[in-house]
């Protein structure tokens, strides 16, 4: 693999990423109008590039006659919220159960490698509808629902890695050198499970990403007045024939999202190679 | 096919689905909320909802419940819904072709795409089509099914109207079933333009749930035709003066598929577990759509049996992959 | 006699530069058995490869020419050249565990040939395929068509696999190391039914080995090969008369033997290396 083509992976699924985080973060002040506003006159109104177009609804209207780019806009915040707190608490949840695991073996490691199987049984997307029907909508239901099924994804690599780790002569000389267990586990074992994880946790941001959005289309994200991706989607669907853009937009934008973290995991893989030894 | 390894499967699956069951249970309890709450019309009374709880065997301790959930379910009764008030076994039994339908049509279309584009990909290495091939893959494997149902409805529903984008068949047809395997029935009985509508329903959601399973198709298999097609007994076919298109079905195909199918036995779940949203996304009518109403309703004996025969499809699946290792590595027979 | 095969000047390298095979020449006649020796890294496993079309990718015919009945095979169609391969030219490999599809029945492997080739129906074929197995002495043919290759030895493997190189009667094959891989009381078994089916069949073979006792075995013509040149060639009792030489006593000493310790083994030394290469330039010089 060239070090260009590494670049150009990790510089584009990066930059858009940026991008759409800068969106998320700076939405109040990029939003041309009110997300929330309705404007009944101004109900299904399309994009500026066709006939009876308003310029000041540059992506038009949905069907309350609120302005679509100002929601989408909007929308980025609960999205990147999700992928990078789930993301991130996913990771640690799974990362700490797989560690240990592989580390400690016995009971422990038959006990937690169970629990995946049966984990692993069920239907992913009906279990998180399950789960969020029962806790409740809202963004820490979604989170929740997110980090209780998808820890097994990291669980289960980081096992693996660890039992490989621990059977290579370093650990054997940290143990004869003296050093406490839980001391290795951090020092020597977690820095090299660490690009592992980095490459899963980008695979775990698009896949939270994709599970908001289908939670808020059902309607068990966020209530349902502020402006969700997901929840775009699901009222565009109910006026595709009018408007189809008003589906089209959000689509788009959770496109993107995901492909630029596919992009940049693909891209962190091959930089970290050498040290995956994959 | 061994008779012995059939039963001692099914045995195997006998605690599986006790576990599957405590586990629905327990989690669909434990957790706060009052689905008779919610069923109850405005001004009923104390006395109204304990006798509802009875009803529904929901008043008595975890353990009561589950044993006497057990009990009846081994008999073939599974409660009664809680939203629609009718019986779960007949409900779920009449939502399950549907869903079963889609799910083989889906999966075999999975297979002949991801079949054709990796041996293509294998049959053109190191040239062009090999690069579009793995472009192509490369994207697909990133877009989830979610996002394909809907484009499809965007582009051949909407922008170009030539599929319809709800429902199962066309109700101006009139068409009277006997069965619930609709597209079986009118493929046997000959009814072409049943047939014909059947499909035209049943394509866009088929090729959701299709694409993901096919890309990740393309991937182990043409890997592992790759390394296939440098074995001595490839190596052996060229020289018996086969071309390489005919090596790569006859010789390396049946050897590479294991590990791709070993891995369709595991996305089967995800295929199945797409069917809940994208039937959802298309107002088809399998048991999928009625999980995820089942779920918002709170609808707690149904919950379970959707649960429940989810669980002994993948099951059914699992046997069946099992079953196919035989049939693929003769070593495997003794 | 006429020369079945017939190699001028091939010249074999790798893609990034660097010689496998420098300007070998050799021809097979009618009939013939001709050993091409040398020890592991000398070339011949690539000139055999060559005449078969099926050279590694990292590696290229960079010139010469292979005659085969008036036909350059270098210059052939991919289409023409897959129709002579499996019916005029045939392979038995080096090892018979790796050499038949572990996935589909002996009597698939073995009639699909003869139903591509020679378009005989499906009744037909296995009727040639039962005889086949009968004449290269396989007990209870008729139970081993409708076996897998996991369920026989490596000798009835090998049986196989010579049985279908024979089986389209082809005017010539390539056996490249064909009994390196099995064990001595074997090796002898296979050696002489190679001769036998040869025999029988008038077939010329092209016979890569690198154990000079084999050769001495089974062989009419000999080309010894060292770091991809000729440096001998003749008939089998002017090489052996003259196998006293130091280069063929280095090979043979060079030959991994299962019948003795791994420490017997010698690699050829710097001298003889020396003497090998001069060898070849007399060789060169007296062929022009």
Redesign the interface.
């Known amino acids: 693999m060239t070090g260009a083509r590494l670049n150009w992976r990790i510089a584009v699924g990066g930059g858009a990423l940026l991008a759409l985080a800068v969106i998320a973060i700076l939405a109040p002040v990029l939003a041309p109008v009110d997300p929330l506003e309705q404007d009944l006159f101004l109900e299904l109104l399309p994009p500026w590039w066709q006939a009876d177009a308003d310029p000041t609804r540059a992506l038009g209207a949905d069907s309350l006659g609120r302005d679509v780019l100002s929601r989408l806009i909007h929308a980025a915040r609960p999205a990147l919220t999700v992928a990078v707190v789930a993301g991130v608490l996913t990771m640690l949840l799974g990362t700490a159960l797989g560690l240990l695991a592989g580390y400690m073996g016995g009971m422990v490691d038959v006990l937690i490698s169970r629990l995946v199987d049966?984990w692993?049984?069920?239907?992913?997307?009906?279990l998180a509808?399950?789960l969020v029907?029962?806790?409740g909508t809202g963004l820490h239901s979604v989170i929740i629902a997110i980090v209780l099924i998808d820890w097994t994804r990291f669980c289960r690599v980081v096992r693996s890695e660890t039992l490989a780790q621990t059977q290579m002569e370093y650990i054997d000389a940290a143990v004869i050198g003296g050093l406490k267990r839980g001391v290795i586990l951090f020092r020597e074992v977690l820095p090299n499970v660490l690009p592992l994880v980095i490459v899963l946790l980008t695979l775990e941001m698009?896949i939270a990403i994709?599970v908001e959005?289908?939670l808020s289309?059902?309607?068990?994200s966020v209530s349902s007045d502020s402006p969700t991706w997901g929840g775009m989607?699901a009222e565009g669907?109910q006026v595709?024939?009018q408007a189809?853009w008003v589906?089209?937009f959000p689509?788009g934008l959770?496109?993107i999202a995901?492909?630029a973290l596919?992009l940049l995991g693909?891209g962190l893989k091959t930089a970290l190679d050498p040290v995956l030894r994959r | 096919m061994s008779g012995h390894l059939l039963l001692r499967r099914l045995v195997q699956a006998v605690p599986t689905l006790f576990g599957v069951s405590v586990v629905v249970f327990v989690l669909v309890r434990v957790v706060p909320g009052n689905p008779i709450a919610m069923m109850l019309p405005p001004g009923a009374t104390l006395e109204d909802m304990e006798r509802l709880r009875q009803a529904y065997g929901l008043d008595g301790s975890i353990v009561e419940q589950y044993v006497i959930w057990l009990g009846q379910a081994l008999q073939g009764s599974f409660g009664t819904s809680i939203s629609l008030r009718q019986d779960v076994l007949e409900l779920v039994l009449g939502r399950l072709p549907a869903t079963l339908e889609l799910a083989v049509f889906a999966t075999a279309m999975a297979i002949a795409v991801g079949v054709l584009a990796a041996t293509t990909g294998v049959l053109f290495r190191g040239r062009w089509p090999e690069t579009v091939i793995d472009a192509v893959n490369g994207f697909t494997l990133a877009v989830p099914d979610f996002i394909w149902a809907l484009a499809l409805i965007l582009v051949f529903g909407v922008l170009l109207p030539v599929l319809p984008i709800s429902g199962r068949v066309d109700p101006r047809l009139g068409t009277e079933f006997a069965t619930g395997f609709y597209l079986t029935e009118a493929l046997v009985s000959a009814r072409f333009t049943v047939v014909g509508d059947l499909l035209a329903h049943m394509i866009m959601p088929a090729i959701a749930l299709a694409l993901p399973l096919a890309a990740i198709i393309t991937r182990v298999l043409k890997n592992s035709l790759a390394e296939a097609m440098v074995q001595d007994y490839v190596m052996i076919a060229r020289v018996k003066g086969f071309s390489r298109w005919r090596i790569i079905w006859v010789e390396a195909l049946r050897n590479a598929s294991i590990p791709a199918l070993t891995l369709t036995g595991v996305q089967f779940t995800f295929l199945v577990g797409g069917t809940v949203l994208v039937e959802k996304i298309f107002s088809y009518p399998g048991i999928g759509n009625m999980a995820i109403d089942a779920v918002i309703n709170r609808d707690l004996p149904l919950i379970q049996g959707l649960i429940l025969s989810f669980a002994v499809i993948f099951i059914v699946v699992n046997l069946l992959v099992d079953l196919s290792y035989g049939w693929l590595n003769p070593r495997l027979r003794s | 006699m006429s020369a079945i095969l017939d190699i001028r000047d091939l010249r074999v390298t790798l893609r990034r530069g660097g010689h496998l095979v420098r300007d070998v020449s050799l021809s097979v006649n009618a009939g013939e058995v001709h050993g091409l020796v040398g020890e592991s890294g000398a070339g011949k496993t690539m000139i055999a490869r060559a005449v078969l079309g099926i050279l590694p990718d990292a590696v290229k015919v960079s010139g010469g020419k292979i005659g085969f009945r008036g036909d350059d095979l270098l210059q052939l169609a991919p289409k023409r050249f897959r129709a002579l391969l499996g019916r005029e030219i045939a392979l038995i490999p080096q090892d018979p565990l790796t050499g038949l599809n572990p996935a589909r029945r002996i009597s698939a492997q073995m009639t699909d040939m003869l139903r591509h080739h020679l378009g005989q129906s499906r009744q037909e074929a296995r009727a040639n395929a039962l005889r086949l197995l009968q004449e290269v002495q396989i007990r209870d043919a008729g139970q081993v068509l409708d076996r897998y290759p996991h369920e026989l030895s490596g000798g009835m493997r090998q049986r196989v696999l010579i049985a279908i190189a024979f089986s389209a009667e082809p005017s010539l094959i390539v056996a490249d190391e064909p009994t390196t891989a099995l064990d001595v009381t074997v090796q002898k078994q296979i050696l002489r039914l190679i001769r036998q089916m040869q025999e029988r069949h008038g077939t010329a073979v092209l016979f890569v080995t690198h154990d000079l006792g084999v050769v001495a075995k089974v062989c009419h013509q000999v080309t010894v090969l060292h770091t991809g040149q000729v440096v001998e060639q003749g008939g089998i009792a002017e090489i052996m008369s003259t196998g006293a030489a130091p280069f063929t006593r280095a090979l043979m000493g060079a030959t991994p033997r299962y019948d003795q310790p791994a420490d017997a083994l010698h690699p050829v030394p710097a001298h003889i290396h020396r003497e090998l290469l001069a060898a070849a330039r007399r060789f060169d010089e007296a062929n022009p």
Do not use: C, E, K, Y
């Not at chain 1, 692993?120 to 009906?126: A, E, K, Q, R």
């Not at chain 1, 289309?217 to 068990?220: E, S």
């Open positions: 049966i692993t049984s069920f239907p992913p997307v009906l509808i399950m029907a029962l806790i698009s994709i959005a289908i289309f059902v309607g068990l989607i669907r595709i024939h189809w589906m089209a689509m959770i496109l995901v492909l596919n693909d």
